[in-house]
């Protein structure tokens, strides 16, 4: 191969290249790259996941007496920020979306002066007593089939112990622990 003919073939190799990188500019500015924000179907395994990681975690969650133990009330209170859409939390609040919620524990369920509570709510019976407050907070639906209050739950067995332990707070005397 004669130096002239090396310089051919050194070109067309060089051309080609600087075409595709050319093409591959072009093709930038044209289509834009980038991660999708929301992915275009939901891929069912991950809610499978879920699933099964919320049914563990409820499996495993100690009872609430003990999770009240070492609750944090302090924590809870800023949890609430959740509630307090539909909720007043003061002594002598007023009824808003959802009934006041001061000195709800131990108070009997659906049981808050002047509020419409759901048929469903209403049929309950018995008290606010903690079980009945963790089973609710963690999903109202599963509590009280028909109930108004359109919150999802808080799935965290830890986070609705310092919850509790906050609404036990609001109390002029707390319940005791058990
Ligand atoms: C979107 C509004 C909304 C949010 C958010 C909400 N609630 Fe409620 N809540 C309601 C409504 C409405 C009711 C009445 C339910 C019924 O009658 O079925 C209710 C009822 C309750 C009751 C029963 C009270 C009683 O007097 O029987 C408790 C306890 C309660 N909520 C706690 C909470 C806590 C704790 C949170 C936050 C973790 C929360 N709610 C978030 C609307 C809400």
């Avoid at 495993?60 to 944090?72: F, N, S, V």
């Avoid at 009824?95 to 509570?117: C, D, M, S, T």
Wanted: hydrophobic share 45%; net charge positive.
């Amino acid at each position: 191969m004669d130096s002239f003919e090396f310089n051919k073939i050194a070109g067309a190799v060089l051309g080609t290249l600087l075409f595709v990188m050319g093409l591959g500019i072009i093709s930038d500015s044209i289509f834009h790259h980038g991660v999708p924000k929301k992915s275009a179907y939901a891929l069912p395994s991950a809610a499978v996941e879920t699933a099964s990681a919320g049914g563990a975690a409820a499996a495993t969650a100690a009872p609430i007496g003990e999770r009240l133990a070492k609750a944090d009330a302090k924590k809870g209170e800023g949890l609430i920020k959740a509630c307090a859409a539909c909720h007043v939390f003061d002594k002598g609040g007023a009824n808003k979306v959802g009934p006041a919620l001061y000195g709800v524990v131990q108070r009997p369920i659906a049981g808050h002066e002047g509020f419409a509570y759901s048929d469903s709510l209403k049929g309950k019976g018995g008290k606010w007593d903690y079980a009945n407050l963790d089973h609710f907070i963690e999903a109202p639906k599963g509590f009280a089939n028909g109930t108004k209050m359109a919150y999802g739950g808080e799935k965290d067995a830890g986070k609705r112990a310092d919850i509790i332990a906050y609404l036990r707070s609001l109390a002029d005397a707390p319940a005791p622990l058990q």
